[in-house]
């Protein structure tokens, strides 16, 4: 059990570590923007909102979503605060924000205050090509069937 401070800064270790794992990213560029979303992320932890939203780490091939648990399930559940692989080759990052309606103008306030966050829906992770076309090749089948 951590209080939303200390949940804030491991949060904040966690997507810098995530980042520092890119040779073209530093946690440098990480630290000012997870600063620049500390009072909003505190509130979105006391507010309950991470519980449901998380926070979206996109960088590269990592779509890292961050949520918080509280209460007697944070008994229960083992943290898993180890930097996400995959961001090796990324060259970029963006920190998505949620912006639940009682928060909105914190959150909007806090992602005009640095390029790096951002309060839009974060996009879909990618999936890789083998697992986006039919998984019987119907014409290979047919050849195959009538070759004997």
Known sequence: MR??????TVIADLVADTVE?????????AVPAMSAAETVGRMLIAAGHLQQHPITLVAGKVHCEITTVSGTAALTL????????GAAGADDFTIHLPSPAPLQEQ???AVDGHARLSDAVPPAPET???NSGPLIDREALRRAVTQR
């Open 107 to 109: 959150v909007k306030a």
């Open 78 to 85: 083992e943290e898993n605060l180890n930097p996400v692989p």
């Open 128 to 130: 890789k090509a083998a």
């Open 3 to 8: 209080s939303a401070s200390e949940t804030w």
């Open 21 to 29: 794992q890119s040779s073209a990213l530093s946690r440098d560029e």
